[in-house]
């Protein structure tokens, strides 16, 4: 199985004209290096190590004395140095007549989610003699690519939270309809209660915002800090999570509401803005899986600003519109982002990132999230539920 991975990453350098691909590691810092070499989060790791792989020939290991079968899973012949001398003249010797090889870098940082090899790092291995590029352009083959269990858990993951945010409106809905106090801080409560009942997890916490507050895409309600629900107010919600198994993948979701009879003229003009920029996102990412094309991220990002900037909205849609889903919420494979950074990768199959474009006005904002998945043959799955209309919980 290893091996294999190893020839898929030849047959990558070997396309992508580069001579190899040196992962580099300290104390587990480089989240990608470690998921691709499997080290698992229980070992402890204190000293730097290397795994080269060229694009012909045979891995190298390059190992602390002290942690010498940390990669005795992958193939390769081990080094095992001591002193910094002998890890320099290691290095020297591998990268030698070396003219470019791939680490996880990214020029200018205009990619920050592969940009895990520090400044010191990057002099020194250039001192060498190799010129070094970025692997973003074939490291999401290894660490973002979904297996059909990991499928399986988000999809889980992902009927759970539209299970829950009905929940959350019921409960909302009943305290407003009794006239009993409830705020934003008692709604994010019962999500996360609810969460933790159904065996999930989640990095922060869920999201209730309303009115302004909802205009802050990441404003989350304390205990010391919160807002009373009234009639007619906004309200926003925000929830994600993942099962608990080790390589779980998370689910990503946010819906809207008012707590009225009916939402204002503005409020559904608001609404149906960001639902047109969220089916044209949608929209652009089906044709190019259907003509098996490819696709960009940044590409996603332009086909909802679009409508939002044709709209009159443009200067308050101030996020991308998606980002990549894995074991972390934010991923680190291709973004649907032509806004906070120009991500050029490409979107792959097998994949899953949200679409969530946004408005967000003085008085209220909007955002609508869904999760796509992209099968191996190409067709695109929505799941966590679409909202089609405002929700009224009165």
């Not at 942690?67 to 003249?89: C, I, N, W």
């Not at 989350?220 to 309200?235: L, M, N, S, W």
Request: contains cysteine; negative net charge.
């Amino acid at each position: 199985m290893k091996m294999e991975k190893i020839k898929q990453v030849q047959a990558l350098l070997t396309l992508e004209k580069i001579d190899g691909w040196l992962l580099y590691d300290f104390q587990k810092r480089n989240l990608l290096a470690c998921e691709f070499l499997e080290i698992p989060s229980s070992l402890f790791l204190t000293r730097r190590l290397f795994y080269w792989i060229p694009a012909q020939g045979d891995p190298v290991k390059i190992v602390h004395a002290t942690e010498v079968h940390t990669l005795d899973a992958f193939p390769g012949e081990t080094r095992t140095y001591s002193k910094r001398e002998t890890l320099q003249e290691d290095l020297k010797k591998l990268l030698e007549q070396k003219s470019c090889i791939a680490m996880e870098y990214s020029p200018h940082n205009a990619i920050p989610y592969v940009s895990f090899i520090d400044g010191g790092t990057l002099e020194w291995i250039q001192s060498m003699g190799p010129k070094v590029v970025s692997s973003a352009s074939f490291i999401q083959e290894f660490t973002c690519v979904l297996s059909p269990n990991q499928r399986q858990s988000h999809l889980e993951a992902a009927r759970i939270l539209d299970g829950t945010v009905e929940l959350a409106w019921n409960f909302l809905s009943s305290k407003l309809q009794k006239q009993e106090k409830v705020t934003e801080y008692d709604v994010r409560q019962f999500i996360a209660l609810k969460l933790h009942e159904e065996a999930c997890v989640f990095e922060g916490g869920p999201i209730c915002a309303i009115n302004e507050n909802s205009s802050d895409p990441h404003y989350v309600p304390t205990q010391e800090k919160h807002r009373v629900i009234q009639r007619g107010d906004f309200v926003l919600i925000d929830l994600w999570a993942k099962k608990k198994e080790e390589g779980s993948i998370y689910a990503d979701i946010c819906r809207v509401g008012v707590a009225d009879t009916a939402p204002t003229k503005e409020q559904e003009e608001v609404f149906n803005v960001v639902k047109k920029a969220q089916e044209a996102a949608t929209e652009l990412v089906r044709e190019r899986f259907g003509e098996k094309k490819k696709l960009k991220g940044w590409e996603v990002d332009q086909a909802a600003r679009a409508v939002i900037d044709k709209a009159g909205y443009g200067m308050y849609f101030i996020h991308r519109t998606g980002h990549n889903i894995y074991i972390q919420d934010h991923g680190p494979g291709t973004h649907m982002d032509n806004f906070e950074t120009f991500d050029d990768r490409t979107v792959l199959a097998r994949t899953c990132f949200s679409i969530e474009p946004g408005i967000y006005l003085p008085k209220f904002g909007v955002r609508l999230e869904y999760d796509v998945f992209v099968t191996k043959e190409g067709k695109v799955e929505i799941s966590g539920g679409i909202q089609s209309e405002i929700k009224r919980l009165l």
